[in-house]
């Protein structure tokens, strides 16, 4: 049994995680940490998130001591801010844990990624050299002997997806940026109350245009540019990207199907649904699948591609990342 903690885990992929960890028959969950100056220390998280109630009642301690914490752990999921995650994840790997971090803090290597997207100074490149990006379907050998497993934004997964086998395959024309708009549910926000997130006061609109920090994160990882325009919707959680790209010359909807269903097939959460179909929030909210469909006109197809932001964008994801790691079933705690 792997001793596991998770820091951050009062919010909504906190609690996420909370269930996946208690359900993983290798993982041992032993702590629950929150910020120590968090209002929610001490409180049960299960009067938080009142699904886990009777299932889960640990309460959720203070971080005082980030070095004591480790040396008690054997992995380490940090559903923590960007710069927590950046501060805290080398403590933890320096007393030997394995760590996956769910934040922005680790994912491109690049200090001055940080600096211009993030707004701090990246101090540990050592680290960000190390780090391995967790797009589990994509980086599976790397992630299986990882010490630092970066788990991707939602966005970028939701993206990432449906786009890789086209360009691995040399489908697209990228002389024409691949075109991304994408819609999340409100729980992307975060638990936290604010205007922003308040679902009263939530309207469908586009937000980030030009200047979301996902933009540079998809476009490093595909190794093409892309436009990328995030929208915030007026339901609970998912996210629906739909992405319009130019094929190459010559290129027909069956190559397309063939490579979507060839590079997923031994890929169980994965589905392709094919040519025609279009990908829906229903069929994957509160599951780890991302579901994809196409469809091809003259020299451009659209994808749509769907994910529950909150697993596949994120806990269930990670949950991929450490079953990989450690050599488990691959849908353990999953489904």
Request: with cysteine; net charge negative; hydrophobic share 45%.
């Amino acid at each position: 049994m792997l001793k596991t903690v998770i820091v951050g885990a009062s919010g909504y992929t906190g609690a996420e995680l909370t269930r996946m960890v208690h359900l993983h028959p290798q993982l041992e969950l032993t702590g629950l940490y929150v910020s120590e100056n968090s209002t929610d220390a001490g409180k049960p998280i299960s009067d938080l998130h009142g699904t886990l109630k009777g299932l889960i009642d640990l309460p959720l301690l203070p971080l005082s001591s980030v070095e004591s914490v480790a040396q008690t752990a054997d992995v380490v999921l940090l559903a923590t801010a960007h710069e927590v995650s950046h501060d805290i994840a080398p403590v933890f790997l320096a007393q030997g844990c394995k760590v996956f971090d769910l934040s922005g803090a680790f994912r491109v290597q690049s200090d001055s990624f940080y600096t211009t997207f993030y707004g701090f100074e990246h101090q540990y490149s050592d680290w960000l050299d190390k780090a391995v990006y967790g797009l589990a379907e994509w980086n599976h050998e790397a992630i299986a002997t990882a010490d630092l497993i970066a788990v991707p934004g939602c966005y970028p997964t939701a993206s990432q997806l449906a786009l890789k086998p086209l360009i691995d395959n040399g489908l697209l024309d990228l002389n024409q940026w691949p075109v991304i708009n994408a819609v999340s549910g409100a729980s992307g926000a975060g638990r936290k109350a604010s205007m922003t997130n308040s679902f009263c006061e939530v309207s469908l609109h586009a937000y980030g245009i030009f200047s979301h920090r996902h933009q540079p994160e998809i476009a490093t990882h595909l190794g093409c540019d892309v436009i990328f325009t995030p929208h915030l919707g007026n339901f609970k959680r998912g996210i629906l990207a739909t992405i319009t790209a130019k094929l190459a010359d010559d290129v027909t909807e069956s190559a397309v199907s063939d490579a979507l269903e060839i590079a997923y097939q031994d890929m169980p959460l994965v589905r392709p649904l094919g040519a025609g179909q279009s990908a829906k929030l229903q069929s994957v909210q509160h599951t780890g699948f991302c579901d994809i469909g196409w469809s091809v006109k003259g020299q451009h197809v659209i994808l749509t591609s769907a994910i529950d932001n909150l697993l596949k964008g994120a806990a269930s994801q990670a949950m991929q990342c450490i079953n990989i790691r450690f050599g488990f079933a691959p849908l353990t705690a999953i489904v």
